[in-house]
């Protein structure tokens, strides 16, 4: 019988710790520096126009990136779609003040990906929403950004995105101080369901924070 296909590269497979964490509580880990799709925004992600736009343009590209990848002999799965999260005054996450969040929305590449060939997919999802006369603006603001984040805490978190907030704020009231860490960059959230087909209890979030000694 000839050989059975390899399986496509899926980086939810390849890193578990990252993307199938079973813990329910803070665990301190180190994560790799990784390559991912990437468009920054501003604003309340249910009803900023740029949010939408954001999320369009990085699965169009990322799809196109599958697919070029697969006629070049080596296919993959499209990654969850990832976000980092921030602002001048971090109060705004805590009162849900979601009109003055930035954001930068993800979807991780595999290595062997070139910042060329993205490049190729970036245009050539242009091209196809042109002649579509779907214009995609977000392509204008996607770039490749390589994030080194190291040390984390991070937590497997089951609920509605609100819900998320006490579980925040126990990481940094009680067990940062309590282990001597500070935080250190962007918070970090990787999804893992479909807000518009997973009840909201359901849904599965890594919550991730990178850190530092103080």
């Known amino acids: 019988m000839p050989n059975a296909a390899p399986a496509p590269y899926d980086v939810k497979r390849e890193l578990r710790a990252l993307y199938a964490p079973k813990n329910r509580d803070w665990e301190t ?25 954001a999320v369009e343009a990085l699965y169009a590209v990322a799809y196109t990136v599958k697919f070029a990848s697969k006629r070049a002999g080596r296919d ?8 980092l999260w921030y602002a001048d005054d971090a109060s705004v ?11 930068t929305m993800l979807i991780s590449q595999p290595d062997w990906v070139s910042d060329a060939e993205i490049g190729e997919a970036i245009a050539a999802a242009r091209a196809k929403a042109a002649a579509k006369k779907k214009p995609l603006p977000a392509l204008d ?8 984040e190291g040390l984390c ?44 087909r997973v009840a909201p209890d359901k849904l599965r979030t890594v919550l991730r924070q ?5």
């Open 29 to 53: 880990l180190t994560v790799p520096s990784q390559r991912f799709l990437a468009v920054d925004g501003h604003g309340d992600p249910n009803t900023s126009p740029a949010y939408a736009e």
């Open 76 to 83: 993959l799965v499209v990654g969850p779609l990832e976000g």
């Open 93 to 103: 996450f805590s009162a849900r003040d979601k009109d003055a969040w930035s954001w």
């Open 141 to 148: 603001r996607m770039r490749v950004e390589q994030l080194d």
């Open 153 to 196: 805490e991070q937590v497997l978190h089951v609920g509605s995105y609100d819900d998320e907030t006490p579980v925040l704020a126990r990481l940094h009231g009680e067990l940062l101080p309590a282990a001597g860490l500070r935080e250190r960059g962007r918070h970090h959230e990787v999804y893992l369901g479909d807000p518009r």
């Open 210 to 214: 990178p850190v530092a000694p103080t």
